[in-house]
């Protein structure tokens, strides 16, 4: 007998195409995802070949997530439909999954709702080292990715589940940024984080670094130009990399500081795909041992925490 699911997420970032479906009574997500293809050499896509892959890439992975007579059919579908919650806030790749969710809404009678992307990550981070109980009381989540580095005090909000309020941000490039762009200029492929790591693993030296922040914002410019100083004089890629991931480290911890000190001691929460590196996250543990981090297949770019947005509006609108 198939299981019945009951809540489908849908995340068309402009990184990957994700779909999940979460299982509350199992408290279990089944998660299909695949990254968007992105020419050897180039940091990125334009909006029109984000929103061309997805069209392509979301059909594969609904038809892969209820492949084997496994899952049922949802009663709740939910779609990322923005970057955040903010006036503004907007990106064509998003139309996607939400189209494609006010369709399934429409012809099966399922219940709709849309959350943001950031949203979605830091649910997915709280599933995913089992604080779910955090979105009934602040806390102090950092979402750091190639679009986002923001340090944001986050409390419970019965309309969007969670109000998000910004502490800190990168005034320039952001740290999902600085390791595409550094792993680029030492010949690795987009997105670059998962071979920058292991670049850095090979480092003989690490890097004690003074983060440049202003009011609990930061700047990180200066990692990419450095970076290039030190490929131009010869420095070994290993190295390079240890520089680039030391440093967003210690930015992180220093965001971290200033936000415990303005905001006082709440629990600490990381989320986004940068938080997925061991250098970095070993780093941040070392000076806020109580922080919880989200598994790496709950870090990237997916579905899982738009899943859990629709379960936890489902079960508060009742």
Not at 31 to 38: G, R
């Amino acid at each position: 007998m198939a299981k019945m699911p009951e809540f489908l997420g849908i995340d068309t970032s402009n990184y990957t195409t994700s779909a999940a479906v979460y299982v509350s009574g199992e408290n279990r997500i089944y998660q299909t995802k695949k990254l968007l293809p992105v020419r050897e050499g180039e940091l990125g896509l334009r909006q029109s070949d984000a929103v061309f892959h997805h069209t392509k890439q979301l059909p594969e992975m609904i038809e892969k997530l209820f492949s084997g007579n496994i899952l049922g059919a949802p009663r709740v579908v939910t779609a990322s439909a923005r970057p955040r919650n903010t006036e503004g806030s907007y990106m064509p790749c998003f139309l996607c999954g939400e189209g494609f969710a006010r369709s399934y809404s429409a012809v099966t009678g399922a219940r709709l709702y849309t959350t943001s992307h950031q949203v979605g990550h830091i649910l997915a981070a709280l599933y995913s080292a089992d604080r779910l109980d955090l979105v009934r009381e602040p806390f102090i989540a950092f979402h750091v990715s190639g679009g986002t580095t923001d340090c944001l005090l986050c409390e419970p909000d019965e309309e969007e589940v969670l109000r998000i309020t910004e502490i800190g941000t990168s005034l320039d490039l952001k740290a999902g940024q600085a390791v595409d762009r550094v792993g680029v200029m030492l010949g690795l492929r987009f997105p670059c984080g998962a071979e920058l790591e292991k670049l850095a693993a090979a480092a003989d030296r690490h890097y004690k670094v003074k983060p440049v922040l202003k009011d609990g914002s930061c700047c990180l410019s200066g990692v990419e130009n450095k970076c290039r100083s030190m490929l131009e004089k010869g420095e070994t890629p290993g190295n390079i990399a240890a520089y680039c991931l030391d440093n967003i480290a210690e930015t992180v911890i220093a965001m971290t500081a200033y936000a415990v000190e303005n905001r006082g001691e709440l629990p600490l929460v990381f989320a986004g795909g940068v938080m997925s590196d061991v250098i970095i996250r070993d780093r941040i543990i070392s000076r806020f041992p109580s922080a919880s981090f989200a598994q790496p297949q709950f870090s990237c770019d997916n579905a899982a925490g738009v899943a859990i947005y629709g379960y936890l509006k489902s079960t508060g609108d009742k």
